[in-house]
């Protein structure tokens, strides 16, 4: 099963939720960090990591010795990314998004591809948990592509939790399509709400079954619990705020590992999970 | 007119609220969201919009059945696997490339422009504001944030103001560097935790690429002083300015209930004082 960890606003608490369900799982768990901008998985499960490899994307390259000028890449580019300037042609490697589409109508065939480095991907493992993520190389504007080469790793049959990045846009829709269940983090407060109005948007849009996650549910006010009642969301978990829980945030150090009674809320949460599947499941 | 744009890296940790609080303390301003995937300070600027455009960017590819033969080439050249067997595009996958619509044989492919998303010019009781609005599950995003700064810029000078304070997007991808160019000065708002040390060196190191001044201050400073001492001493070691530190304070959470920011809310708590501190030095910095 593949359990995408989402929100809208950031900073509600994903990858709190992703690694404490990691760990209270236990066994034949993933977690795959596509927050790849900013990915903090890594920071409390500790991997080691023993597999990294660099992540390129194809960008174009021209040989000006069989190049007549004609100017028909610039024309199909979409992205201003190759462009005849008087005698010569440049490409904008930081602004190709690799469609081929140069590569496949220059008529002298004098373009071929090159590598823009888009990051890493990192692969290890730490008390049975299989850890992998994406770090967008700092510059690279795009991380749809590494996000969707960390989902290679997804393994059938195991438990994937996917923690996704902030907002709405493609990185959050490729850290959540085919996925089984997304699972909404959010707090009580009017940023908390408008965000999350977005993200089940988003949700239905791809029609996932989700479900909410509230943190600081003791922080704000009752208008979350309102809608998700009114839009058929169910409530999964509620985390209230405790400045125990934020400090041992604040150092590293996972919930269940420093409130060990936490473990059964975080499977318990896991069989929430399984029982709004298995009932989509059925009405399908 | 200089611009200043507000970042974290990380999400939440009160870049908004402390914008919001800038909002009452600056003079001769106009705001701008440029957190449009999922923007939120018109929460507290409740704002009284006085234009709304749509934002067109990008295109989408659209087969016509009647036209298509299957003959296979879009499928072959697609390299997002947006086009299904029975050649219907995934609008989701389609990354507005045109490759299929140029090699169609049969001219059987559509190639319209997406409008995918709003934005807005203005008022509000701080003054005027620049918004915009990414639909949900669109591209384009830091297209949007540089429509929307410039807008911000064009209505500051038309109406004679000295400064745009801009809300920006959390992460260092393609919103955030949209963002950064141009900026006056950036300025980071952290948290003192793993993640918020971790992301703010990230955020940091963009910022330095873009040669933008950069500044930081640290929310949430008492919930760890040792992190938030070690971001402080990280930020001097990259000549970044560090403004202050914000206490932890639950007022900023039940101002943002009332719609209120800090300033309005309770000008005599801990946070307000601490936001009105930070935006002195800010307001210093800016003008050396």
């Given at each position: 099963m593949i359990i995408s960890i989402a929100s809208g606003k950031g900073g509600t608490g994903k990858t709190t939720v992703a690694t404490n369900l990691a760990l209270s799982f236990g066994s034949d768990v993933q977690i795959l960090d596509c927050d790849v901008e900013e990915p903090n998985s890594h920071l409390f499960i500790r991997p080691v990591i023993d597999e990294v490899e660099t992540i390129t994307t194809p960008v174009p390259q021209v040989d000006m010795e069989k190049c007549t000028l004609c100017g028909k890449c610039g024309d199909i580019c979409q992205f201003k990314a190759i462009v005849v300037i008087g005698e010569t042609v440049l490409p904008f490697h930081e602004l190709c998004h690799s469609c081929g589409g140069c590569v496949e109508v220059c008529p002298e065939k004098a373009i071929t591809e090159t590598g823009r480095e888009l990051g890493i991907v990192e692969r290890g493992k730490r008390n049975g948990i299989e850890f992998v993520h994406g770090r967008l190389r700092v510059g690279e504007a795009m991380s749809p592509p590494l996000i969707k080469k960390v989902r290679t790793y997804a393994r059938p049959g195991a438990l994937t939790i996917i923690d996704a990045p902030p907002g709405t846009s493609c990185p959050v829709i490729a850290s959540m399509r085919g996925a089984d269940f997304v699972l909404l983090v959010t707090e009580p407060t009017p940023f908390g709400l408008h965000d999350l109005k977005l993200a089940v948007g988003a949700v239905r849009i791809l029609k996932i079954p989700c479900g909410l996650v509230i943190n600081r549910?003791?922080?704000?006010?009752d208008r979350v619990r309102r809608y998700a009642e009114g839009e058929d969301v169910p409530v999964l978990m509620e985390i209230p705020f405790d400045r125990r829980i934020a400090e041992a945030y604040s150092r590293g150090e996972m919930i269940v590992e420093t409130m060990p009674e936490w473990k059964d809320r975080f499977l318990d949460l896991y069989h929430g999970i399984e029982e709004v599947v298995a009932e989509k499941e059925q009405v399908q | 007119m200089k611009e200043i744009v507000i970042i974290s890296g990380?999400?939440?940790?009160?870049k908004t609220s402390i914008v919001a609080g800038f909002a009452s303390l600056a003079e001769n301003k106009a705001l701008c969201d440029a957190d449009v995937d999922a923007a939120d300070l018109h929460l507290i600027m409740d704002p009284e919009i006085r234009e709304c455009h749509d934002f067109e960017s990008g295109h989408t590819a659209i087969i016509d059945q009647k036209k298509c033969?299957?003959?296979g080439i879009c499928r072959d050249l697609c390299r997002w696997d947006a086009i299904s067997d029975d050649y219907v595009v995934d609008p989701i996958e389609c990354e507005g490339c045109g490759v299929c619509y140029y090699f169609c044989p049969e001219e059987a492919v559509d190639f319209p422009l997406n409008t995918c998303g709003e934005w807005y010019i203005s008022d509000t009781r701080f003054g005027p504001m620049a918004h915009a609005r990414l639909g949900?599950?669109?591209?384009n995003s830091g297209k949007l944030v540089t429509l929307i700064r410039q807008e911000g810029k064009k209505l500051a000078e038309a109406e004679d103001l000295d400064l745009l304070l801009t809300d920006g997007p959390p992460g260092i991808g393609c919103p955030v560097i949209a963002s950064l160019g141009g900026a006056s000065a950036v300025l980071i708002v952290s948290e003192p935790t793993v993640s918020g040390r971790h992301d703010m060196e990230r955020v940091a190191e963009l910022a330095a690429f873009f040669r933008v001044p950069t500044m930081l201050c640290v929310n949430k400073f008492d919930l760890n002083p040792d992190q938030g001492e070690a971001i402080e001493a990280f930020a001097r070691e990259k000549n970044v300015k560090v403004l202050g530190r914000v206490p932890f304070d639950p007022a900023f959470t039940r101002a943002m209930v009332q719609g209120k920011n800090i300033v309005e809310f309770d000008g005599g708590s801990e946070g307000c004082r601490a936001v009105k501190d930070i935006w002195e030095k800010l307001t210093r910095a800016i003008e050396n």
């Open positions: 549910s003791d922080m704000g006010d | 990380k999400g939440g940790t009160g033969t299957q003959c949900i599950a669109e591209e």
